[in-house]
């Protein structure tokens, strides 16, 4: 009985071992204490790439050349100690998978023939390598995640439902000069970025109510950053939905806008300065489409036209120009706007504007064109000139009474000089003969001044009169008064200037009778001896100071005299009349005598 029974359970165990072997589920074989694969399941032969039959009899370093030399270690400690190894993770290649790791989970247990003989192992195997590279290939996808995270600038957090922080990327860890430790595991609105101000708070902590109850919530706030500082963020909160529709997470982004909030406000305020400047320029601001319709206008054109800027901006720019004139300027706006340019106020023409009640009025407008992204616009400034049209009248009309009051005096004071000087050459003839030639100077001085105002009233202007113009008819004046009896040919040659020297009301005077002087002396007293002769005077200008040189080719004036010390009246008025012209004047003795006049030019209406 006793022998059945051990048959019995021999055969029992030979059963059980062989639904081992039979496993589908793990990899069994049986070594001896040579290493030798002696049986092994078809599971295992799969798992190394070797053929059962090529199992048995070969050792483990002959059938895995390259994982025998990790393994054969731990399987000799096992003969030798008798003790299992269990759930071992070994990795190497296997002639299954050439050129790539495998993964497995061993265990090495002792096969024991009698109490403390081991007579060899028995090897449980299951290849983890799907699940390792199933894992491997998740931790690969979720740093790739982190990565591509990490590397926006746009912030992000991850929230469960009720406000706790799961994870964030590093842009706004950065931001605040924190680790992820400082802040996960905390309600989000407890954070760095939000608790400096409990209204911010309660504005967070109600967002994320409303993204727990599946809404998308969205609003731009200031949060605190490194330094105790601010930016201001576009900030949104979205419910992340599972597959029965609930909200697992929620996510948290954002996006530093700062600098477009400071352009914003820095937009807002220019554009509050430029519509304050806009309102209140006193000259009418309009500006118009392609069309004619009024875009813009300020206060100050609505009320130069007498309506209300509402009322304006119904209307076109033709509505402001009179009926008459509405086909005329509807044209010569089209022509215009075909390639406009910027038209000053001056550049323009006079132009009549009508009001709401009809009435009309003069204007003056300055084109702008304007370039947006729906095209150009032009920019009109109109100024009415009502009031300065009637101020010119008035000029006019005073200037015109003005004109005939000087024309009237210097006609007036020319005639009276005439008298002045027939009355000189009456007398002349009656007094006695040493006292002709004075009388005759004076004379000369007079037609001078005459001239002066003669030239003034004839040209009309009463600021300034022409030098050359003014020496060449006194010239001719004092010469024919002087040869008309004589024998002698005196010739006076004016060279003409190469810019017109002119010369005030203050200066003429002087100026004719120091010519007269000099020009009279020369004719006199230069020639005495000669029949013929020349006086030549020419003018030039050096900078600020015009030259008048009279020179002639007579005898010369003698060593000895000096201007302002003869008895000669005219030589002793020279020196006043240069002194009246503010000038200066050298007498030369060369080949007869030179005049050098230099006197400073002074501002005159050319």
Same mark, same amino acid.
């Given at each position: 009985?006793?022998?059945?029974?051990?048959?019995?359970?021999?055969?029992?165990?030979?059963?059980?071992?062989?639904?081992?072997?039979?496993?589908?589920?793990?990899?069994?074989?049986?070594?001896?204490?040579?290493?030798?694969?002696?049986?092994?399941?078809?599971?295992?032969?799969?798992?190394?790439?070797?053929?059962?039959?090529?199992?048995?009899?070969?050792?483990?370093?002959?059938?895995?050349?390259?994982?025998?030399?990790?393994?054969?270690?731990?399987?000799?400690?096992?003969?030798?100690?008798?003790?299992?190894?269990?759930?071992?993770?070994?990795?190497?290649?296997?002639?299954?998978?050439?050129?790539?790791?495998?993964?497995?989970?061993?265990?090495?247990?002792?096969?024991?023939?009698?109490?403390?003989?081991?007579?060899?192992?028995?090897?449980?195997?299951?290849?983890?390598?799907?699940?390792?590279?199933?894992?491997?290939?998740?931790?690969?996808?979720?740093?790739?995640?982190?990565?591509?995270?990490?590397?926006?600038?746009?912030?992000?957090?991850?929230?469960?439902?009720?406000?706790?922080?799961?994870?964030?990327?590093?842009?706004?860890?950065?931001?605040?000069?924190?680790?992820?430790?400082?802040?996960?595991?905390?309600?989000?609105?407890?954070?760095?970025?939000?608790?400096?101000?409990?209204?911010?708070?309660?504005?967070?902590?109600?967002?994320?109510?409303?993204?727990?109850?599946?809404?998308?919530?969205?609003?731009?706030?200031?949060?605190?950053?490194?330094?105790?500082?601010?930016?201001?963020?576009?900030?949104?909160?979205?419910?992340?939905?599972?597959?029965?529709?609930?909200?697992?997470?929620?996510?948290?982004?954002?996006?530093?806008?700062?600098?477009?909030?400071?352009?914003?406000?820095?937009?807002?305020?220019?554009?509050?300065?430029?519509?304050?400047?806009?309102?209140?320029?006193?000259?009418?601001?309009?500006?118009?489409?392609?069309?004619?319709?009024?875009?813009?206008?300020?206060?100050?054109?609505?009320?130069?036209?007498?309506?209300? /800027? &509402?009322?304006?901006?119904?209307?076109?720019? $033709?509505? +402001?120009?009179? @009926?008459? !004139?509405?086909?005329?300027? %509807?044209?010569?706006?089209?022509?215009?706007?075909?390639?406009?340019?910027?038209?000053?106020?001056?550049?323009?023409?006079?132009?009549?504007?009508?009001?709401?009640?009809?009435?009309?009025?003069?204007?003056?407008?300055?084109?702008?064109?304007?370039?947006?992204?729906?095209?150009?616009?032009?920019?009109?400034?109109?100024?009415?000139?009502?009031?300065?049209?009637?101020?010119?009248?008035?000029?006019?009309?005073?200037?015109?009474?003005?004109?005939?009051?000087?024309?009237?005096?210097?006609?007036?004071?020319?005639?009276?000089?005439?008298?002045?000087?027939?009355? /000189? &050459?009456?007398?002349?003839?009656?007094?006695? $003969?040493? +006292?002709?030639? @004075?009388? !005759?100077?004076?004379?000369? %001085?007079?037609?001078?001044?005459?001239?002066?105002?003669?030239?003034?009233?004839?040209?009309?202007?009463?600021?300034?009169?022409?030098?050359?113009?003014?020496?060449?008819?006194?010239?001719?004046?004092?010469?024919?008064?002087?040869?008309?009896?004589?024998?002698?040919?005196?010739?006076?040659?004016?060279?003409?200037?190469?810019?017109?020297?002119?010369?005030?009301?203050?200066?003429?005077?002087?100026?004719?009778?120091?010519?007269?002087?000099?020009?009279?002396?020369?004719?006199?007293?230069?020639?005495?001896?000669?029949?013929?002769?020349?006086?030549?005077?020419?003018? &030039?200008?050096?900078?600020?100071?015009?030259?008048?040189?009279?020179?002639?080719?007579?005898?010369?004036?003698?060593?000895?005299?000096?201007?302002?010390?003869?008895?000669?009246?005219?030589?002793?008025?020279?020196?006043?009349?240069?002194?009246?012209?503010?000038?200066?004047?050298?007498?030369?003795?060369?080949?007869?005598?030179?005049?050098?006049?230099?006197?400073?030019?002074?501002?005159?209406?050319?």
């Amino acid at each position: 009985m006793a022998v059945t029974e051990q048959r019995d359970l021999t055969g029992l165990k030979s059963g059980a071992f062989d639904a081992v072997l039979s496993s589908e589920d793990m990899g069994i074989a049986i070594l001896d204490t040579g290493l030798r694969y002696v049986e092994l399941n078809s599971l295992l032969a799969r798992f190394n790439g070797v053929s059962g039959e090529e199992h048995v009899g070969r050792t483990v370093s002959e059938v895995l050349p390259k994982l025998g030399p990790l393994i054969t270690p731990i399987l000799k400690e096992v003969i030798e100690t008798g003790e299992p190894v269990r759930n071992l993770e070994i990795a190497g290649e296997t002639p299954s998978v050439v050129g790539q790791d495998s993964f497995w989970e061993a265990s090495y247990l002792p096969i024991f023939s009698s109490p403390g003989r081991v007579a060899g192992i028995l090897v449980m195997a299951v290849n983890r390598t799907l699940e390792y590279e199933l894992k491997r290939t998740q931790e690969e996808a979720h740093e790739l995640q982190r990565r591509i995270l990490d590397s926006l600038f746009t912030f992000v957090g991850i929230l469960s439902p009720d406000g706790l922080l799961i994870d964030a990327n590093r842009a706004p860890l950065q931001a605040a000069g924190i680790d992820l430790a400082d802040v996960v595991g905390k309600r989000f609105w407890d954070c760095i970025w939000w608790n400096y101000s409990p209204k911010i708070q309660m504005q967070l902590r109600s967002a994320v109510i409303r993204a727990g109850a599946g809404e998308t919530v969205r609003y731009d706030v200031p949060i605190r950053t490194v330094g105790d500082t601010r930016i201001t963020i576009d900030f949104m909160i979205t419910p992340l939905l599972g597959s029965d529709g609930e909200v697992t997470h929620l996510v948290a982004s954002a996006n530093d806008v700062s600098e477009r909030k400071s352009r914003e406000a820095e937009l807002s305020l220019s554009e509050k300065r430029f519509r304050r400047v806009f309102d209140s320029t006193a000259d009418g601001l309009v500006m118009i489409n392609d069309y004619g319709e009024i875009m813009l206008a300020n206060p100050s054109m609505a009320s130069m036209f007498g309506y209300s /800027l &509402s009322e304006l901006y119904s209307c076109s720019i $033709e509505d +402001l120009i009179p @009926a008459h !004139l509405r086909d005329k300027h %509807r044209k010569e706006r089209s022509r215009y706007q075909e390639s406009p340019v910027p038209r000053a106020m001056a550049a323009m023409r006079e132009l009549m504007a009508c009001r709401r009640d009809g009435s009309e009025f003069p204007v003056e407008v300055a084109l702008t064109p304007l370039q947006f992204p729906e095209g150009t616009r032009v920019l009109a400034t109109v100024v009415d000139i009502s009031i300065q049209k009637q101020i010119q009248a008035s000029l006019i009309k005073a200037l015109k009474e003005k004109t005939s009051l000087l024309n009237e005096v210097h006609h007036r004071v020319k005639n009276n000089l005439q008298v002045v000087s027939s009355l /000189l &050459s009456l007398q002349a003839r009656s007094v006695p $003969e040493e +006292l002709v030639d @004075a009388f !005759l100077e004076s004379q000369g %001085r007079v037609k001078a001044m005459a001239l002066m105002h003669q030239q003034l009233y004839e040209h009309k202007t009463y600021e300034s009169i022409g030098a050359a113009r003014y020496s060449s008819e006194l010239v001719t004046l004092i010469t024919r008064s002087h040869t008309m009896s004589s024998s002698q040919n005196i010739e006076t040659v004016l060279v003409p200037p190469d810019r017109e020297v002119f010369l005030t009301m203050d200066q003429a005077l002087p100026f004719g009778l120091l010519l007269n002087e000099l020009v009279t002396n020369s004719i006199k007293h230069a020639f005495t001896d000669q029949d013929v002769g020349e006086i030549r005077i020419s003018m &030039s200008q050096d900078g600020d100071m015009n030259i008048v040189v009279v020179e002639d080719n007579g005898k010369g004036v003698e060593e000895g005299i000096e201007l302002g010390k003869t008895t000669s009246l005219g030589f002793q008025l020279i020196p006043g009349l240069v002194e009246q012209l503010d000038g200066e004047i050298a007498l030369i003795r060369d080949n007869g005598t030179r005049y050098e006049i230099r006197f400073r030019k002074q501002e005159t209406e050319e």
